[in-house]
């Protein structure tokens, strides 16, 4: 019986901590745009031309599966 004196206190305080948090998300406009996130993973990768490339793909002379010429990590 004494575990309530300690469960129901903790109770209050998380389910305060949940209701702080959840409308300081609304307060800064974490909920304004549902659509988009879910869409992304179907959009082409708009980074794809500002990586840069395989210094091994760039060569004509080697082939596409030849290791690279970087000396080996000591």
Do not use: C, Y
């Not at 307060?27 to 708009?46: A, E, G, I, M, N």
Request: charge should be negative; glycine fraction near 2%.
């Amino acid at each position: 019986m004494n575990i309530l004196l300690v469960m129901i206190p903790l109770s209050i305080l998380l389910a305060l901590g949940a209701g702080i948090a959840f409308f300081w998300a609304v307060d800064h406009d974490q909920f304004d745009d549902l659509d988009t996130p879910k869409l992304l993973p179907l959009l082409d990768d708009p980074h794809a031309e500002t990586r840069p490339r395989d210094e091994s793909a760039e060569r004509d002379d080697a082939p596409p599966d030849a290791p690279s010429q970087e000396p080996p990590h000591s």
